[in-house]
């Protein structure tokens, strides 16, 4: 089965660059079969990343920005291939 995680987060104004940065140099304990980083209007930023697992298995996520990086705290949700 195919699970992608998705995590969002909206940087304080004007940090975009600085959290988008932030979320690509992030490591995983360990890799997913695939990962993606976008970016959007309102210095949002978005990372999809895919997994060969269960849905509900125990996967590595992004952690958290500092409260300094983010204007709220991260969205986070699962889905599963259909």
Do not use: C, N, S
Request: proline share 6%; charged share 35%.
């Amino acid at each position: 089965m195919t699970v992608a995680l998705m995590w969002e987060a909206r940087a304080v104004e004007g940090r975009g660059e600085e959290l988008l940065a932030w979320a690509k140099a992030r490591v995983l304990e360990r890799e997913p079969e695939r990962r993606e980083t976008f970016r959007a209007p309102q210095d949002r930023v978005l990372v999809i990343t895919w997994w060969d697992a269960e849905y509900d298995a125990k996967l590595p996520e992004l952690p958290e920005p500092g409260d300094e990086l983010v204007t709220r705290t991260v969205h986070r949700w699962r889905f599963e291939a259909a």
